[in-house]
């Protein structure tokens, strides 16, 4: 027994299984991962450990009422099969999506549900990751042994969101709900409902609420950019017509997106302006010309700033247009029994308030983290290609990116451990860790993101906990699709960042 063991002499040890794989989450990252494997490493074994009693991540987690992908579902949707439906999906459809990746792969059998990761801990003599696991349904202790780590485990903590600490929150007499943590059987007919936030969740639970609702009010600090559309796309409707191929409509609908997508950025940085004025037109042609726009639509910062929240066919607005909802822009000086007083004196009185205020991030799952005895101090890291780390051997990130679809990322992420492998394979290896070389030593090392570029809250409040970057490849952070599209797959493995034993 070494020093670190979590058993104690009186317990006996738990069985050990060893895979060469282990992927952390059965998420869209997670399952991607394990498709990839399957195709690109036929002969590693894996296992997925997934602390929830099914698949689906993020869109096992939120059950609140419309729960819809911001991103179109051609991009989000994984490069190898094909998406068939409307852009914007439902959670519901999003899990029958990957429900059948995980049927067509035959990958069930590799999952492990209600396993929960506690510690990981690596050893260099034994060269490999010993994992100790809590099945939360039985409570039994596990211990998984893996030579490669692949973390899948999302940004967020799933048990419960983020949900400041305002003043008089006991006072209030109705329910305060998370919409991470939604009551199966909340009850919300005809009453007044104010939904604090206005991000993409508030977006999407305001017009899903309102018909049943009495009314809804959006409070918010600070305005969003929305974009408004139709749930098409033209494109693929048009390519379909023409009985087009679905993997074929698959991929040039993809590139399309992006390429749209990369306009949209290139535009709202050099004409800031034009796109402000575009994102309001499609506002007004719901609400009308004569709504006025500021101050609850006309955010301060340059756009893209924010993941621009997409409202499909509109219907956050034409909620408000229909006068089952409105918005108030404000700052919130206390609860009171009856609703939220606010600082401008008006009081907005709320049978239920929904705190629409995002998540808790999650560095590495919420495991203890251990190298060689010594506890992993993450943020003291530099990432390599935003997805592993110096001083952390066998192991791989995925961190998808903020404005384009998450899973983009996941599927380089995946192609690039399997060559990674792959590599090792051929060399010997049995580690792979990547290090600071001599010519970096030198470099200038910043923060994860950085703040002028990408600054939601989330991130704001948990930078200090996040790796860093340097300021050159590897050791950057784009944050950029079309970027790591062309250099992760011609990245060199031997270019002396990563170590290889
Ligand atoms: C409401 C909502 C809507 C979103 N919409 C979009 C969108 O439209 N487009 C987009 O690009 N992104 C979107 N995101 C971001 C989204 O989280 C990611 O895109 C994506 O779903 C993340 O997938 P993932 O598999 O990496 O992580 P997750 O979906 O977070 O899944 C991680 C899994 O790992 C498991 N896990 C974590 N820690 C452990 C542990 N210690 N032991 C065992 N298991 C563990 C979790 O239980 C979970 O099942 C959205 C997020 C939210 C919350």
Not at 16 to 36: F, K, N, P
Not at 258 to 271: E, G, N, P, R
Not at 281 to 302: A, H, Q, S, V
Not at 452 to 470: A, W
């Amino acid at each position: 027994m070494t020093d670190t063991d979590t058993t104690t002499l009186s317990e006996p040890t738990p069985p050990v299984e060893h895979v060469d794989v282990l992927i952390v989450g059965a998420g869209i990252s997670g399952i991607g991962g394990a498709y990839h494997l399957r195709q690109q490493c036929p002969d590693k074994t894996f296992t997925i450990l997934e602390t929830m009693d099914g698949f689906g991540g993020t869109w096992r987690t939120h059950t609140y009422p419309g729960i819809r992908s911001d991103s179109d579902l051609y991009t989000f949707g994984y490069r190898f099969k094909p998406w068939t439906g409307a852009p914007i999906a439902t959670a519901e459809k999003i899990l029958t999506y990957m429900g059948e990746v995980i049927d067509e792969h035959d990958l069930d059998r590799h999952i492990r549900y209600n396993h929960t990761i506690e510690r990981a801990e690596w050893s260099a003599d034994e060269q490999r990751w010993t994992l100790s696991v809590t099945r939360t349904d039985t409570d039994e202790r596990l211990r998984f042994t893996c030579d490669f780590l692949w973390m899948c485990q999302g940004y967020y903590r799933h048990a419960e969101g983020y949900t400041p600490t305002w003043d008089g929150m006991d006072r209030f007499t109705g329910p305060i709900v998370h919409p991470q943590t939604w009551p199966d059987d909340l009850d919300y007919a005809g009453k007044r409902v104010v939904v604090i936030g206005s991000g993409a969740t508030a977006a999407t639970i305001i017009p899903a609420m309102a018909a049943e609702a009495g009314h809804i009010t959006m409070l918010q600090r600070s305005p969003t950019y929305f974009a408004t559309g139709r749930n098409a796309n033209e494109l693929a409707d048009t390519l379909r017509e023409l009985e087009i191929d679905e993997t074929w409509i698959h991929e040039i609908v993809r590139r399309k997106i992006l390429f749209d997508q990369s306009q949209i950025t290139t535009m709202s940085a050099q004409h800031p302006d034009l796109v402000k004025a575009e994102l309001a037109n499609g506002i007004k042609e719901i609400l009308g010309e004569d709504y006025p726009l500021d101050p609850d639509f006309t955010p301060t910062y340059r756009p893209w700033r924010q993941r621009i929240a997409f409202v499909p066919d509109g219907d956050l607005f034409h909620a408000i247009a229909d006068g089952k909802a409105s918005v108030v822009t404000d700052q919130i000086e206390t609860f009171t029994e009856t609703g939220v007083q606010l600082t401008s004196g008006e009081h907005l009185d709320a049978d239920l308030i929904i705190t629409a205020t995002g998540f808790n991030l999650s560095v590495l799952g919420d495991i203890e983290f251990v190298i060689d005895g010594e506890p992993l101090d993450f943020s003291r890291t530099v990432g390599y290609r935003a997805m592993m780390f110096t001083g952390v051997p066998n192991m791989a990130w995925v961190f998808g990116y903020f404005r384009a679809s998450w899973t983009l990322r996941a599927d380089l992420v995946a192609d690039f451990v399997c060559r990674l492998l792959t590599h090792m394979d051929e060399l010997g290896a049995r580690t792979v860790v990547p290090e600071l070389r001599p010519d970096d030593a030198d470099m200038a090392i910043g923060p994860w993101v950085d703040d002028d570029n990408f600054n939601p809250g989330y991130l704001m409040r948990s930078l200090h906990l996040l790796p860093r970057q340097g300021d050159r490849q590897p050791w950057l952070h784009t944050q950029d699709y079309m970027t790591d599209k062309d250099e992760l797959p011609a990245a060199d493995l031997d270019d002396g960042a990563l170590v290889f034993k």
